[in-house]
T-cell receptor, first 115, second 112 residues
Framework: NAGVMQNPRHLVRRRGQEARLRCSPMKGHSHVYWYRQLPEEGLKFMVYLQKENIIDESGMPKERFSAEFPKEGPSILRIQQVVRGDSAAYFC?????????????FGSGTRLTVV | RKEVEQDPGPFNVPEGATVAFNCTYSNSASQSFFWYRQDCRKEPKLLMSVYSSGNEDGRFTAQLNRASQYISLLIRDSKLSDSATYLCVVNMRDTGRRALTFGSGTRLQVQP
C-alpha cells in the first residue's frame, strides 16, 4: 500500500514561470490537504480538498495560487508567475473519510526553489 | 498571538536525560491534539495523539490541560535517534477550519 506520493521531489523554476506540484493520496483516502513550510518555520495550512471540491482555501494566497483535486488523477497545486518568496517545501497530506485529523498521512514533499 | 506556540529551542541534552516540551494554544474550543516529529527536511510523522487523561507510549508521555490550554511532551531516557524537531499540532474545527494547525516546532539535539 503506497503512501502519499508527491512529485516532483525537487523543482527549480525561474521567476515568472509556473510551478505544478502533484499529490496522489493513499488508496482509500478522499481528503487532501496542502501545507507550505518556509525555511526555519512551521507548516502553514493552505487548502483542503475532496474529490472535485475545494472545502477550505482559507490559507491560500489570493493571487497566483490555485489547487484542484479532479475526479481522476492526482491533486495539483499550481503556482503561477513564481517569485523568490515562493521557495519552500510543499507538503501534501491525505486522510480517509470519517477519520478527520486522526488519519493524516503526509507525503515526502516537493521542494520548490525559485531562482 | 500565534494559534499554537512553542519554544523553538534548541534543547541540547545528553543521552539518557529526561526532557520536556511545552505548547500553548489560543483557541479554547480546540478538539484534537497531537505531537508530530519532523526530521531535517523530511515530512512530519505522527508521534502520538494527546488525550485529557494523559497518555504514554514507551518513553514518551503526553499531557493535555484544557483549562490552561497547554500541552506537554515528556521524553525519558533520551536516545541519539530522538534528535529531531517536535511539532505541537491542534485541530481547531470550531473555527471552520478542518485542517490541522501546527506550531513552529521545538528542536531537540541529543548528544553522546
Amino acid at each position: 500500500n503506497a503512501g502519499v506520493m508527491q512529485n516532483p521531489r525537487h523543482l527549480v523554476r525561474r521567476r515568472g514561470q509556473e510551478a505544478r506540484l502533484r499529490c496522489s493520496p493513499m488508496k482509500g483516502h478522499s481528503h487532501v490537504y496542502w501545507y507550505r513550510q518556509l525555511p526555519e518555520e512551521g507548516l502553514k495550512f493552505m487548502v483542503y480538498l475532496q474529490k472535485e471540491n475545494i472545502i477550505d482555501e482559507s490559507g491560500m494566497p489570493k493571487e497566483r495560487f490555485s489547487a484542484e483535486f479532479p475526479k481522476e488523477g492526482p491533486s495539483i497545486l499550481r503556482i503561477q508567475q513564481v517569485v523568490r518568496g515562493d521557495s519552500a517545501a510543499y507538503f501534501c497530506a491525505s486522510s480517509p473519510p470519517g477519520q478527520g485529523s486522526y488519519g493524516y498521512t503526509f507525503g515526502s514533499g516537493t521542494r520548490l526553489t525559485v531562482v | 498571538r500565534k494559534e499554537v506556540e512553542q519554544d523553538p529551542g534548541p534543547f541540547n541534552v545528553p543521552e539518557g536525560a529526561t526532557v520536556a516540551f511545552n505548547c500553548t494554544y489560543s483557541n479554547s474550543a480546540s478538539q484534537s491534539f497531537f505531537w508530530y516529529r519532523q526530521d531535517c527536511r523530511k515530512e512530519p510523522k505522527l508521534l502520538m495523539s494527546v488525550y485529557s487523561s494523559g497518555n504514554e507510549d514507551g518513553r514518551f508521555t503526553a499531557q493535555l490541560n484544557r483549562a490552561s490550554q497547554y500541552i506537554s511532551l515528556l521524553i525519558r531516557d533520551s536516545k541519539l535517534s530522538d534528535s529531531a524537531t517536535y511539532l505541537c499540532v491542534v485541530n481547531m474545527r470550531d473555527t471552520g477550519r478542518r485542517a490541522l494547525t501546527f506550531g513552529s516546532g521545538t528542536r531537540l539535539q541529543v548528544q553522546p
